[in-house]
């Protein structure tokens, strides 16, 4: 059974970084790509970026260019979500998920999701 | 980026009804369109990928539909299990994937 188990929650003040982390069990983890969407309360979904392990590489949403980081570590399993001069409209609750793509240039969907870190960004 | 649209915003229904929501990309985008269910307090669930395949567990009383720039997620007959928020996703203009504002669907 796929398991996506995120780091907890974190409040940050406005101006710095946080960096989430997701640890996957049960699956073959460079296998996938990893995305990464938000949520802000009250809020629909907003995705914020993915990488391929296996490739290393990642993309971001527009929105988000020069402020977020998504990395992975295939040795545990992990992908991290680093988003940097927080501000107040990025409390949000922050997913990772499982990305499966059905074949090359097909259609993608996310599967498994983890449970969800809180950042509330607050002076 | 793709703008997705859904209708309507809410609805309120009771157990047994049938239900229909409709998602509207601002192009076409083939069979590309996923669904998920949101809880309070939860993460979202996989419903329906590339518009009309059940995943796996979920039962059979949810079915998807459409290709284009249309889409609907029916619930044949609604259990109390299935109140929540639906939103679609559209992949096939990635990045970025876009999800629908979702439609929030409670007790009559």
């Known amino acids: 059974q796929v398991q996506l188990v995120q780091s907890g929650a974190e409040v940050k003040k406005p101006g710095s970084s946080v960096k989430v982390s997701c640890k996957a069990s049960?699956?073959?983890?460079?296998?996938?790509?990893i995305s990464w969407v938000r949520q802000a309360p009250g809020q629909g979904l907003e995705w914020m970026g993915g990488?391929?392990?296996?490739?290393?590489?990642?993309n971001y949403a527009q929105k988000f260019q020069g402020r977020v980081t998504i990395t992975a570590d295939e040795s545990t399993s992990t992908a991290y979500m680093e988003l940097s001069s927080l501000r107040s409209e990025d409390t949000a609750v922050y997913y990772c998920?499982?990305?499966?793509?059905?074949?090359?240039?097909?259609?993608?969907?996310?599967?498994?999701w983890g449970q969800g870190t809180l950042v509330t960004v607050s002076s | 980026d793709i703008q997705m649209t859904q209708s309507p915003s809410s609805l309120s229904a009771s157990v047994g009804d049938r239900v229909t929501i409709t998602c509207r990309a601002s192009q076409s985008i083939s069979s590309y369109l996923n669904w998920y269910q949101q809880k309070p307090g939860k993460a979202p669930k996989l419903l329906i990928y590339?518009?009309?395949s059940l995943q796996s567990g979920v039962p059979s009383r949810f079915s998807g539909s459409g290709s284009g720039t249309d889409f609907t997620l029916t619930i044949s007959s609604l259990q109390p299990e299935d109140f929540a928020t639906y939103y679609c996703?559209?992949?096939?203009?990635?990045?970025?994937?876009?999800f629908g504002p979702g439609t929030k669907v409670d007790i009559k």
């Open positions: 990488i391929i392990p296996i490739f290393g590489t990642a």
């Open positions: 996703q559209q992949s096939y203009s990635t990045p970025p994937t876009t």
């Open positions: 049960g699956g073959t983890f460079s296998s996938y790509a």
């Open positions: 590339a518009a009309s």
């Open positions: 998920a499982r990305e499966v793509i059905v074949a090359a240039a097909g259609p993608t969907y996310l599967d498994y």
